[in-house]
């Protein structure tokens, strides 16, 4: 079903940067997408493809909530905002995050 | 939960949500110079609607929705489906609905749970004095008394018949909460002639009028208020279906109760019952009677398996039980072959639809889309199925409500459809949908991916099904064969005397009142005189036993005077009066019966008088002539001489051995009972004798405990298991049989059809048209046999445990039965397989060659 390569990683990934990007208030998709694109100095990209999957699997899972509203530009947009579950969510999944990224860090500053 | 509900609540807008989202955050990229990539939109959108995993339904619907017009063009097999199936599920709910009523109904009162039988003294009856003080002891939360076994005159202004009656306390209605269709139950305010009628003889005898709570209807003479009528569905406090005709105050003087009990809120049973045992003991002080009552103190149940328990006693519960097992299990193996009846015609529309199904494949349908809607074509047939199933099932409940079985008791069925049946029948059509559909539309895709398979193949797995059918009918056979034969068996078997013609009184003696057998033999002899003066009696007599009511047997050894040898014996005993054998219609075969008079006894003193059966003759004495003959047994020194030689009788049960028997004369034993039978002859039908004979023996003893009914009645009862089974079984059995039939001959059918073309070549090449109707027969005959060979090795197995339901020396491994079975099915599978034959030989090859 799932078309990418290694899906649990990026999946996993993906979820954590969006929640992250929509802690401090509620992101329509396209926002979301660029705040992650902004903070990783451009470095990322998210393709609609992954991203909206993402969130509506995180919408099923009472990670956010969604709700159509107005956009900057006045147009009607959907608006995901995290939920007290998603919070919880972000903070295990950052933790799990930094722990890994620590050890995979750690692992190729030494030599074996 | 959430999710689902999230689901249920965003379904139906998603579509247009996703797109109007995607279209935005185009529109938004594309303002801002497209910094991020497309992707791919249709991948979002199925992505999103997986999510929303409604696919399945929707995807199933429309296969319903195909597979209802892809059936219409095939209304020969619908038909054949649907009957099939029809059948089977019907034959399996109705009788599920006759377990579940059978073993799990409760009684028709508030809070069932909450009502108890109780039993004192070991007896189910007390005087409604006892009925009263438990009452008043203020243990139960309410206290009811009922007789259940009597019968009332009821007059319809032309005709007296006799109904059956309950007679009950009063406050019966209002203290259980009994739910009345019309009018009212009886009220402890009501005078004695206030009366509340069954459904059934409301309708069945008033003809269902209307208007007739508050009138009066003639019950022994005296006008009785009608009060209320009962629901249809209303169930009696005794269950299995005893339903009598009308409810009355108690009206004969002194009639015992069966007492019934509402335990007080929060109350257990085992609470109850050790009050029940402080207040039994009271009783006893109070009225001091032969018979303590807190001797056996017992609380049961009213509703489902545990009254069961205590009306047919852990044995019986058991027994009946697994006679239900054994049916469900019977009418399942009967569905099976129905399913494989439906999984062998969709294997072969299977074949006809391979270009539709390669068409879509190679268009790119899953195996697993295209599998779903093969699949769901079994579905849409097991639904309608399990609809003409249930309005089966109702036909027979129906069917069954009208019906009243020939029973010298009011058993009235009352089906109801409730959830258990439901979800039962939900049940059958998943199961009946898997076993018709799983394998055809696995083999349909297989073959469409791989054609190089043979269509042989295909005719291979439909002959593997019949084998399979007649295999499983022959199980199904084997089964309702033997409870046919148990049926022949128990009826060909007499019970040795008359029950027909004849009546039993069961007297209990006070016993402080007949210590001395003196006063006991006074006893029997005024009784006999007062019972042989009724008018219409045309033989009394008094024994210690009547066959199926008791039972006392003496194994010892026996010394024969003449010879000295030493025999070791073992013999029911009993002691009768002397015209006990012409009352029961027991032949003397040699000799003569005791003589009359009893104490100086005119039968010489020197020698007790015996009278033995022919098997005790035959097996004992069979070296001289027995009559005359003396012998020694027990604790007696006196000799016992044989004056008489009579035929046997069973004694406990009906299918039992012949046994050795011995009477003695009643007037000469030590009567160390109290207990004391009478028959009766009558030349009027033994019914009309009942009130008379019970009135007669009132009046010898006020204070005796006294119970009248006619012979059938206490042993036709010995007759009804092997009845119901034979009924039940045989007709499920032909239903097998029709089914594994209907398959086999679909099977032929279309193997000729496949095989036109062969034929007609072997037709052009000279074959004879005879050839190939034995060809084809021959073909069904090698089905059959190995069908038949594969059910006999299974039904060798699967009917030993029906053993313990049939009359002795009917052993299920008798190869009779399956001999019978096997030709049976082979006659019938034989006689299906000729038309096809027939029209196999009657091809033209010049047609046939062109066909295809």
Same mark, same amino acid.
């Given at each position: 079903?799932?078309?990418?390569?290694?899906?649990?990683?990026?999946?996993?990934?993906?979820?954590?940067?969006?929640?992250?990007? /929509?802690?401090?208030?509620?992101?329509?998709?396209?926002? /979301?997408?660029?705040? /992650?694109?902004?903070?990783?100095?451009?470095?990322?990209?998210?393709?609609?493809?992954?991203?909206?999957?993402?969130?509506?699997?995180?919408?099923?899972?009472?990670?956010?909530?969604?709700?159509?509203?107005?956009?900057?530009?006045?147009?009607?947009?959907?608006?995901?905002? /995290?939920?007290?579950?998603?919070?919880?969510?972000?903070?295990?999944?950052?933790?799990?995050?930094?722990?890994?990224?620590?050890?995979?860090?750690?692992?190729?500053?030494?030599?074996? | 939960?959430?999710?689902?509900?999230?689901?249920?609540?965003?379904?139906?807008?998603?579509?247009?949500?996703?797109?109007?989202?995607?279209?935005?955050?185009?529109?938004?990229?594309?303002?801002?110079?497209?910094? %991020?990539?497309?992707?791919?939109?249709?991948?979002?959108?199925?992505?999103?609607?997986?999510?929303?995993?409604?696919?399945?339904?929707?995807?199933?619907?429309?296969?319903?929705?195909?597979?209802?017009?892809?059936?219409?063009?095939?209304?020969?097999?619908?038909?054949?489906?649907?009957?099939?199936?029809?059948?089977?599920?019907?034959?399996?709910?109705?009788?599920?609905?006759?377990?579940?009523?059978?073993?799990?109904?409760?009684?028709?009162?508030?809070?069932?749970?909450?009502?108890?039988?109780?039993?004192?003294?070991?007896?189910?009856?007390?005087?409604?004095?006892?009925?009263?003080?438990?009452?008043?002891?203020?243990?139960?939360?309410?206290?009811?008394?009922?007789?259940?076994?009597?019968?009332?005159?009821?007059?319809?202004?032309?005709?007296?018949?006799?109904?059956?009656?309950?007679?009950?306390?009063?406050?019966?209605?209002?203290?259980?909460?009994?739910?009345?269709?019309?009018?009212?139950?009886?009220?402890?305010?009501?005078?004695?002639?206030?009366?509340?009628?069954?459904?059934?003889?409301?309708?069945?005898?008033?003809?269902?009028?209307?208007?007739?709570?508050?009138?009066?209807?003639?019950?022994?003479?005296?006008?009785?208020?009608?009060?209320?009528?009962?629901?249809?569905? *209303?169930?009696?406090?005794?269950?299995?279906?005893?339903?009598?005709?009308?409810?009355?105050?108690?009206?004969?003087?002194?009639?015992?109760?069966?007492?019934?009990?509402?335990?007080?809120?929060?109350?257990?049973?085992?609470?109850?019952?050790?009050?029940?045992?402080?207040?039994?003991?009271?009783?006893?002080?109070?009225?001091?009677?032969?018979?303590?009552?807190?001797?056996?103190?017992?609380?049961?149940?009213?509703?489902?398996?545990?009254?069961?328990?205590?009306?047919?006693?852990?044995?019986?519960?058991?027994?009946?039980?697994?006679?239900?097992?054994?049916?469900?299990?019977?009418?399942?193996?009967?569905?099976?072959?129905?399913?494989?009846?439906?999984?062998?015609?969709?294997?072969?529309?299977?074949?006809?639809?391979?270009?539709?199904?390669?068409?879509?494949?190679?268009?790119?349908?899953?195996?697993?889309?295209?599998?779903?809607?093969?699949?769901?074509?079994?579905?849409?047939?097991?639904?309608?199925?399990?609809?003409?199933?249930?309005?089966?099932?109702?036909?027979?409940?129906?069917?069954?409500?009208?019906?009243?079985?020939?029973?010298?008791?009011?058993?009235?069925?009352?089906?109801?459809?409730?959830?258990?049946?439901?979800?039962?029948?939900?049940?059958?059509?998943?199961?009946?949908?898997?076993?018709?559909?799983?394998?055809?539309?696995?083999?349909?895709?297989?073959?469409?991916?791989?054609?190089?398979?043979? &269509?042989?193949?295909?005719?291979?797995?439909?002959?593997? +099904?019949?084998?399979?059918?007649?295999?499983?009918?022959?199980?199904?056979?084997?089964?309702?064969?033997?409870?046919?034969?148990?049926?022949?068996?128990?009826?060909?078997?007499?019970?040795?005397?008359?029950?027909?013609?004849?009546?039993?009184?069961?007297?209990?003696?006070?016993?402080?009142? *007949?210590?001395?057998?003196?006063?006991?033999?006074?006893?029997?002899?005024?009784?006999?005189?007062?019972?042989?003066?009724?008018?219409?009696?045309?033989?009394?007599?008094?024994?210690?036993?009547?066959?199926?009511?008791?039972?006392?047997? *003496?194994?010892?050894? #026996?010394?024969?005077?003449?010879?000295?040898?030493?025999?070791?014996?073992?013999?029911?005993?009993?002691?009768?009066?002397?015209?006990?054998?012409?009352?029961?219609?027991?032949?003397?075969?040699?000799?003569?019966?005791?003589?009359?008079?009893?104490?100086?006894?005119?039968?010489?003193?020197?020698?007790?008088?015996?009278?033995?059966?022919?098997?005790?003759?035959?097996? *004992?004495?069979?070296?001289?002539?027995?009559?005359?003959?003396?012998?020694?047994?027990?604790?007696?020194?006196?000799?016992?001489?044989?004056?008489?030689?009579?035929?046997?009788?069973?004694? +406990?049960?009906?299918?039992?051995?012949?046994?050795?028997?011995?009477?003695?004369?009643?007037?000469?034993?030590?009567?160390?009972? %109290?207990?004391?039978?009478?028959?009766?002859?009558?030349?009027?039908? &033994?019914?009309?004798?009942?009130?008379?004979?019970?009135?007669?023996?009132?009046?010898?003893?006020?204070?005796?405990?006294?119970?009248?009914?006619?012979?059938?009645?206490?042993?036709?009862?010995?007759?009804?298991?092997?009845?119901?089974?034979?009924? #039940?079984?045989?007709?499920?059995?032909?239903?097998?049989?029709?089914?594994?039939?209907?398959?086999?001959?679909?099977?032929?059918?279309?193997?000729?059809?496949?095989?036109?073309?062969?034929?007609?070549?072997?037709?052009?090449?000279?074959?004879?048209?005879?050839?190939?109707?034995?060809?084809?027969?021959?073909?069904?005959?090698?089905?059959?046999?190995?069908?038949?060979?594969?059910?006999?090795?299974?039904?060798?197995?699967?009917?030993?445990?029906?053993?313990?339901?049939?009359?002795?020396?009917?052993?299920?491994?008798?190869?009779?039965?399956?001999?019978?079975?096997?030709?049976?099915?082979?006659?019938?599978?034989?006689?299906?397989?000729?038309?096809?034959?027939?029209?196999?030989?009657?091809?033209?090859?010049?047609?046939?060659?062109?066909?295809?």
């Amino acid at each position: 079903m799932a078309k990418s390569d290694s899906p649990m990683l990026l999946q996993g990934t993906l979820d954590l940067l969006v929640l992250h990007a /929509i802690q401090r208030g509620a992101l329509h998709g396209y926002a /979301i997408a660029q705040t /992650i694109h902004l903070l990783s100095d451009q470095a990322l990209k998210v393709e609609e493809g992954s991203l909206y999957p993402a969130l509506y699997r995180l919408e099923l899972d009472g990670a956010v909530s969604a709700h159509w509203g107005v956009s900057e530009n006045n147009r009607k947009a959907k608006y995901y905002e /995290i939920t007290k579950r998603g919070k919880k969510l972000l903070a295990a999944q950052q933790e799990t995050w930094s722990r890994l990224s620590l050890a995979v860090q750690r692992v190729l500053a030494r030599q074996p | 939960m959430r999710r689902l509900f999230l689901r249920l609540r965003r379904r139906r807008s998603m579509e247009r949500d996703v797109e109007a989202e995607l279209a935005f955050h185009r529109d938004m990229a594309a303002a801002q110079g497209n910094p %991020t990539p497309m992707g791919n939109t249709t991948v979002v959108k199925e992505q999103a609607r997986d999510l929303w995993r409604f696919t399945f339904f929707e995807n199933l619907w429309r296969d319903v929705v195909y597979g209802v017009r892809s059936l219409r063009r095939s209304p020969a097999l619908v038909l054949t489906a649907l009957l099939s199936l029809g059948l089977g599920i019907g034959i399996n709910t109705a009788i599920f609905s006759l377990a579940v009523e059978f073993l799990f109904s409760q009684p028709s009162v508030t809070n069932p749970g909450s009502v108890v039988l109780l039993i004192l003294g070991g007896n189910s009856h007390a005087n409604p004095e006892v009925v009263d003080f438990v009452r008043s002891s203020g243990l139960f939360q309410a206290v009811v008394g009922e007789n259940e076994e009597t019968f009332i005159n009821w007059n319809d202004g032309a005709e007296t018949r006799q109904i059956f009656a309950v007679q009950l306390t009063k406050n019966y209605f209002s203290a259980l909460g009994v739910p009345i269709a019309d009018g009212r139950g009886i009220l402890p305010q009501d005078t004695d002639e206030a009366v509340v009628l069954s459904n059934r003889f409301w309708r069945s005898h008033l003809r269902g009028d209307p208007a007739v709570v508050g009138r009066a209807i003639r019950l022994d003479g005296r006008p009785y208020t009608v009060v209320g009528i009962l629901p249809a569905d *209303y169930r009696s406090l005794i269950g299995l279906g005893f339903s009598p005709d009308v409810y009355v105050p108690p009206y004969i003087e002194g009639t015992r109760l069966a007492i019934y009990a509402r335990l007080r809120p929060g109350a257990t049973i085992g609470e109850a019952r050790a009050g029940l045992l402080t207040v039994a003991r009271r009783l006893d002080q109070l009225m001091p009677g032969p018979f303590p009552y807190a001797r056996e103190c017992r609380i049961a149940a009213v509703g489902g398996l545990d009254r069961l328990r205590s009306e047919t006693g852990e044995e019986g519960s058991q027994i009946l039980g697994l006679f239900f097992l054994v049916l469900q299990v019977v009418v399942g193996l009967v569905l099976l072959i129905a399913c494989l009846n439906v999984a062998s015609l969709l294997l072969a529309r299977g074949s006809a639809r391979r270009r539709e199904l390669a068409t879509r494949l190679s268009l790119g349908a899953g195996r697993g889309r295209l599998f779903q809607q093969l699949f769901s074509e079994s579905l849409l047939l097991s639904l309608m199925g399990t609809v003409l199933g249930l309005a089966l099932r109702q036909a027979l409940a129906a069917a069954l409500d009208r019906f009243r079985p020939p029973l010298p008791l009011p058993i009235h069925l009352h089906l109801t459809m409730d959830f258990r049946i439901t979800v039962y029948a939900i049940l059958l059509t998943s199961f009946a949908a898997i076993a018709s559909g799983l394998l055809p539309a696995w083999r349909s895709i297989r073959q469409t991916i791989s054609p190089d398979l043979r &269509p042989e193949s295909k005719l291979r797995m439909q002959r593997v +099904m019949v084998v399979a059918q007649i295999a499983l009918s022959l199980v199904v056979l084997t089964a309702a064969f033997l409870f046919l034969r148990n049926l022949w068996r128990s009826n060909a078997i007499s019970p040795g005397f008359d029950v027909r013609h004849t009546l039993r009184a069961d007297v209990n003696l006070p016993p402080a009142a *007949y210590k001395d057998d003196l006063r006991k033999r006074a006893y029997v002899a005024l009784s006999l005189q007062a019972l042989a003066g009724l008018p219409g009696i045309q033989a009394a007599a008094a024994a210690r036993i009547i066959p199926f009511t008791d039972n006392t047997s *003496y194994g010892s050894e #026996l010394t024969l005077t003449d010879t000295g040898r030493k025999v070791p014996v073992e013999f029911a005993w009993n002691a009768v009066s002397p015209d006990y054998f012409r009352a029961m219609g027991i032949p003397i075969v040699r000799g003569r019966t005791f003589l009359p008079g009893s104490l100086a006894g005119s039968d010489d003193t020197a020698a007790r008088p015996v009278i033995v059966n022919r098997t005790f003759a035959q097996r *004992y004495l069979a070296d001289r002539e027995p009559l005359g003959r003396s012998f020694v047994w027990g604790r007696n020194q006196t000799p016992s001489r044989i004056v008489g030689v009579v035929e046997g009788t069973k004694t +406990m049960s009906i299918g039992e051995r012949d046994r050795p028997q011995v009477y003695e004369d009643l007037s000469r034993i030590d009567n160390d009972r %109290t207990r004391l039978q009478f028959v009766l002859r009558s030349a009027t039908p &033994p019914a009309m004798q009942l009130q008379a004979v019970h009135a007669a023996l009132r009046r010898v003893d006020p204070d005796a405990g006294l119970q009248v009914e006619t012979m059938y009645s206490s042993i036709g009862l010995a007759f009804l298991p092997s009845q119901v089974g034979a009924a #039940l079984l045989g007709g499920i059995g032909v239903l097998g049989l029709i089914l594994a039939i209907i398959g086999l001959y679909g099977v032929m059918v279309y193997s000729v059809s496949r095989r036109t073309r062969e034929i007609g070549v072997r037709l052009a090449l000279g074959a004879d048209r005879r050839d190939i109707t034995f060809m084809i027969v021959a073909g069904a005959a090698k089905l059959v046999l190995i069908g038949s060979a594969a059910g006999l090795l299974c039904a060798f197995y699967l009917v030993k445990p029906l053993a313990m339901f049939l009359v002795p020396g009917l052993r299920p491994s008798d190869p009779i039965s399956f001999l019978a079975v096997a030709a049976l099915l082979a006659i019938t599978g034989l006689a299906a397989a000729w038309g096809p034959a027939r029209r196999a030989a009657s091809v033209d090859p010049m047609t046939s060659l062109r066909y295809e």
